[in-house]
């Protein structure tokens, strides 16, 4: 049994406003695994002015940017150093599959030295050449922090999410209030321990385990600059009107239906065997998971067997077993969210390949749901359009490349993708037809130095790289 009964605020275990701990569910077997302060509005006001005072009068944006790398990249070989701890403590509250969890924390090293290299490279301050050499002024850029940072992630991979966010902040300058889900109290609990003992000055973070109300509280905050959010589309929309009102900096990474796109010509068994990563990784609750398989009409029935067979191999079980592909969902909640997809899809009369609604036998004591996989779907059913966040696979038919593509844009999201062909040049011209913040080619895994983020409904703004650290800087103009 772990057992937070403290909040991490500005940098210093302190009593919560409420003494109240939350139980954390196991979502295997929902026994009961830890036990958790949660923030109150009272904790993000302290979290809120503990920040304001640091960026405002204290150290850390007037560090040099080499000092505060130096600091994240403690913070960063921290983590290393615990990647199994932090793997075990994720597959225990969220559910998710230990190959998951694992395979995560080396995708984490990659996307913080892209982070440690966009810094390292940029100029945060540099004279421009002028337009005019006769003219006399004279003009230099500087690129300053934001401010106080609202960052805001969901459950399913916490980690992954956090570092997204406040590494970039950090190496900015800014100040950072961390508002976590609930369900993983623990593992961010642990975060908040690597972060201190890096080392980071009196102020400058935050971490607050907190429910959608007080998270509501965090984001409206007049003292935040800058809110950072990870989650639903239908949040993300709530948030851009608070920020857009109070006039704050906002950037938005939603939901995703994405296409997986089978050319003709695409070998059949290399797409299905990268299909099990890029369509049910992490239990099938991922943004960016290719959940609408689009097979050519004259070979579908043969794209839907292979998927058929492919689902129907997979281990569903304990995450904690290596064996595991697939866990439970998050919550009862969730679960009970993709059982009741699966039973619409049934009713908008699409043909159930594998799966269905019911509980995988021996399993019922935790929040399983049957992988499952659809066929003759239409891209009009509402399991075709909505983001369902669980191990559900539709199958749609096209009969030529042109309807491949529109039916691959016809979403209100734009997140992630990808495109199977022999041909991969040919495969890249298709790709650059896809409205897609993110297309990858023949299973191409996510690369960190590019910017990752959504056209359309998923989201607003860019992570990784240079360009997600730009998200967190405000550039100044001096003229001389």
């Known amino acids: 049994m772990i057992t937070y009964d403290q909040l991490f605020v500005g940098g210093s275990w302190v009593a919560p406003s409420s003494a109240e701990l939350l139980d954390i569910q196991s979502p295997h077997d929902r026994t009961v695994i830890g036990r958790a302060a949660q923030a109150q509005p009272a904790d993000v006001d302290r979290a809120v002015a503990a920040a304001r005072a640091a960026f405002d009068a204290g150290s850390w944006p007037r560090t040099a940017p080499a000092d505060r790398l130096a600091v994240l990249r403690r913070y960063n070989a921290l983590r290393e150093a615990h990647a199994e701890k932090i793997a075990e403590l994720i597959s225990a509250e969220n559910g998710s599959a230990r190959w998951f969890t694992l395979a995560g924390q080396a995708g984490l090293s990659r996307q913080a030295n892209a982070y440690f290299k966009a810094a390292e490279e940029l100029d945060w301050e540099e ?73 980071l000055p009196e102020g400058v973070i935050s971490v607050l385990p907190a429910d959608r109300e007080t998270s509501e509280y965090l984001v409206s905050h007049r003292d935040v600059d800058k809110i950072a959010f990870t989650g639903s589309t239908r949040a993300g929309r709530r948030i851009a009107s608070i920020g857009g009102e109070q006039l704050k900096r906002v950037s938005l990474e939603l939901g995703g239906k994405s296409a997986a796109v089978i050319l003709p010509d695409a070998d059949l068994d290399k797409a299905v065997q990268g299909l099990k990563f890029a369509s049910l990784l992490n239990n099938g609750e991922s943004c960016i998971a290719h959940t609408r398989v689009l097979a050519p009409r004259g070979r579908y029935e043969e794209v839907v067997a292979a998927l058929k067979d492919l689902v129907e191999s997979l281990k569903v079980g304990d995450p904690g077993d290596p064996d595991t592909f697939i866990g439970p969902m998050v919550r009862p909640d969730q679960q009970q969210r993709v059982r009741d997809y699966i039973e619409l899809g049934i009713r908008e009369g699409a043909r159930l390949v594998t799966g269905g609604p019911q509980v995988p036998p021996g399993l019922e004591g935790g929040n399983y749901v049957t992988p499952t996989v659809f066929a003759d779907v239409d891209n009009t059913m509402r399991i075709a359009q909505e983001e369902i966040f669980g191990p559900v696979l539709v199958v749609i038919a096209y009969d030529d490349e042109d309807e491949a593509v529109r039916i691959a844009n016809d979403s209100e999201y734009g997140l992630s993708g990808g495109v199977w062909s022999a041909d991969e040049a040919h495969a890249l011209d298709v790709a650059r037809r896809i409205r897609t913040g993110t297309v990858t080619v023949n299973g191409a895994s996510i690369g960190f130095d590019g910017p990752f983020g959504g056209f359309k409904a998923s989201g607003i703004g860019r992570e990784y790289g240079a360009v997600g650290l730009a998200q967190y800087i405000e550039y100044k103009t001096v003229t001389v």
């Open 127 to 199: 004279a421009l050449a002028p337009s005019d050499p006769a003219s006399p002024v004279r003009s230099l850029l500087r690129r300053e922090a934001v401010g106080v940072v609202a960052a805001v992630i969901p459950w399913n991979s916490p980690f992954s999410a956090a570092n997204a966010k406040i590494i970039p902040a950090l190496l900015a300058g800014n100040t950072v209030v961390l508002k976590v889900s609930p369900e993983n109290s623990l593992s961010m609990g642990f975060l908040a321990e690597l972060l201190q003992e890096a080392g």
